[in-house]
T-cell receptor, first 110, second 113 residues
Framework: GNSVTQMEGPVTLSEEAFLTINCTYT??????LFWYVQYPGEGLQLLLK?????DKGSNKGFEATYRKETTSFHLEKGSVQVSDSAVYFC?????????FGKGTSLLVTP | EPEVTQTPSHQVTQMGQEVILRCVPI?????FYWYRQILGQKVEFLVS????????KSEIFDDQFSVERPDGSNFTLKIRSTKLEDSAMYFC???????????FGEGSRLTVL
């Protein structure tokens, strides 16, 4: 079935560092791919998405490119801020369901 | 900004008891979902609901679980006889149409003793 695997956390970075969180997927067909973020004490929020191969999703300085050849959708940000501290979830759609990865906790220190 | 609201935020119950978790989806949304996250594990799909019926459910969503939209605003998840392994954070979500762009509530934490 469709599934995603994302890198284990926690990830700790200093402010203004470069961020990469890896996500790879297994799927039949061509699912849409998503990154959701969960800030402390809040629900999950859609961060960005890509619906087909080579699409780049972007939002709030974060980017991810749908790579069919490597079955990947890695999340990147050039310069993280303390306010980016959160848990990040990679996901893909499978029917009416979203299949999520385990989540990667990011802590950004001043 | 419209949001999905869930109640209660935390419920503690004894094994074997019935629990109802409540959600108010965003008002113009048509698709409704329940997900859960056991501590330290991934967010798992339970069920999706559209046009007053279940459109898809996972293996987790067995006969102990049911969903209902009792009126025009609420969407509920009932667990008939809770087990220890039902302890988790339960997230409600809604969407205008199915594109994977879901709006999630803050979650209801269920603790079964």
């Amino acid at each position: 079935g469709n599934s995603v695997t994302q890198m284990e956390g926690p990830v700790t970075l200093s402010e203004e560092a470069f961020l990469t969180i890896n996500c790879t997927y297994t799927a039949t067909g061509y699912p849409s791919l998503f990154w959701y973020v969960q800030y402390p004490g809040e629900g999950l929020q859609l961060l960005l998405k890509a619906t087909k191969a080579d699409d780049k999703g972007s939002n709030k300085g974060f980017e991810a490119t749908y790579r069919k050849e490597t079955t990947s959708f890695h999340l990147e940000k050039g310069s993280v801020q303390v306010s980016d501290s959160a848990v990040y979830f990679c996901a893909l759609n499978s029917g009416y369901a979203l299949n999520f990865g385990k989540g990667t906790s990011l802590l950004v220190t001043p | 900004e419209p949001e999905v609201t869930q109640t209660p935020s935390h419920q503690v119950t004894q094994m074997g008891q019935e629990v109802i978790l409540r959600c108010v989806p965003i008002s113009n949304h048509l698709y409704f979902y329940w997900y859960r996250q056991i501590l330290g594990q991934k967010v798992e799909f339970l069920v999706s609901f559209y046009n007053n019926e279940i459109s898809e459910k996972s293996e987790i969503f067995d006969d102990q679980f049911s969903v209902e939209r009792p009126d025009g605003s609420n969407f509920t998840l009932k667990i008939r006889s809770t087990k220890l392994e039902d302890s988790a954070m339960y997230f409600c979500a809604s969407s205008v149409k199915y594109t994977g762009e879901l709006f999630f509530g803050e979650g209801s934490r269920l603790t079964v003793l």
